[in-house]
């Protein structure tokens, strides 16, 4: 397996490239932006997308996702319950400041209940709603790696404050799916450095009480 997870955007989101090696083929995960230098790794690795995924519709995941469909016929996969969010890309643009993106039809739906398969890769799609309502982390469980989008990060969580954020969910997913896998679990976060969940269990104040999110 291949994995290569670079920053892209003005909220440098982590924007990751996942390949069979065997068969070249590759899932995009939250392809916010810099679509040319995406396609320029894709290109130098000798890969073929042929899934994008992203883990919640805001604009800094999700930007880019129409472009990198429109260059490669990668269908979108997103969960139902972030399409409102997804409906309102131009005014988070608005909200940032930025140019609003082009928009795409959402292929393919992310649900817990049907992983998703690439090759010899396999994803566990995790519901895990608080930073969004359809937030979503893929896990591998032969890799003992998680892509966690804004639910987890290094040292912190997902803000809660923007609209469809529930902190008490947030902390459900948290605690009932995130903390539920092992110690070693490798964690490539929506922003920032990597980490592992028992680094988390052990040390995130947001996960072991000495900060209450609200």
Same mark, same amino acid.
């Given at each position: 397996?291949?994995?290569?997870?670079?920053?892209?955007?003005p909220?440098?989101?982590?924007c990751s490239?996942?390949?069979?090696?065997?068969?070249?083929?590759?899932?995009?995960?939250?392809?916010?932006?810099?679509?040319?230098?995406?396609?320029?790794?894709?290109r130098?690795?000798?890969?073929?997308?042929?899934?994008?995924a992203?883990?919640?519709?805001?604009?800094?995941?999700?930007?880019?996702?129409?472009?990198?469909?429109?260059?490669?016929?990668?269908?979108?996969?997103?969960?139902?319950?972030?399409l409102?969010?997804?409906?309102?890309?131009?005014?988070?643009?608005?909200?940032?400041?930025?140019?609003?993106?082009s928009?795409?039809?959402?292929?393919?739906?992310?649900?817990?209940?049907e992983?998703?398969?690439?090759?010899?890769l396999?994803?566990?799609?995790?519901?895990?709603?608080?930073?969004?309502?359809?937030?979503v982390?893929?896990?591998?469980p032969?890799?003992?790696h998680?892509? $966690?989008?804004?639910?987890?990060? $290094?040292?912190?969580?997902?803000?809660?404050?923007?609209?469809?954020?529930?902190?008490?969910?947030?902390?459900?997913?948290?605690?009932?799916?995130?903390?539920?896998?092992?110690?070693?679990?490798?964690?490539?976060p929506?922003?920032?450095?990597?980490?592992?969940?028992?680094?988390?269990?052990?040390?995130?104040?947001?996960?072991?009480g000495?900060?209450?999110?609200?």
């Amino acid at each position: 397996m291949l994995r290569i997870t670079f920053p892209v955007g003005p909220l440098a989101c982590n924007c990751s490239i996942v390949a069979d090696e065997a068969t070249r083929e590759a899932l995009i995960i939250d392809p916010g932006d810099e679509i040319d230098e995406l396609l320029r790794r894709v290109r130098e690795a000798g890969l073929t997308p042929r899934l994008i995924a992203v883990t919640h519709a805001h604009i800094d995941h999700i930007g880019g996702a129409a472009q990198l469909k429109a260059a490669t016929g990668a269908p979108l996969a997103l969960h139902d319950d972030d399409l409102p969010i997804y409906d309102q890309l131009d005014w988070q643009a608005q909200w940032l400041g930025l140019a609003p993106p082009s928009r795409t039809a959402v292929d393919l739906r992310l649900r817990e209940s049907e992983p998703l398969r690439l090759g010899s890769l396999s994803f566990q799609v995790l519901e895990t709603p608080g930073h969004t309502p359809g937030s979503v982390c893929l896990y591998q469980p032969g890799e003992a790696h998680l892509f $966690a989008g804004d639910t987890l990060f $290094a040292g912190s969580v997902g803000r809660t404050d923007l609209p469809g954020g529930d902190g008490r969910r947030l902390l459900r997913s948290l605690h009932e799916k995130l903390l539920a896998l092992p110690d070693a679990t490798a964690v490539t976060p929506g922003h920032g450095e990597f980490t592992t969940i028992g680094r988390e269990r052990a040390e995130n104040p947001f996960l072991n009480g000495r900060v209450r999110l609200i």
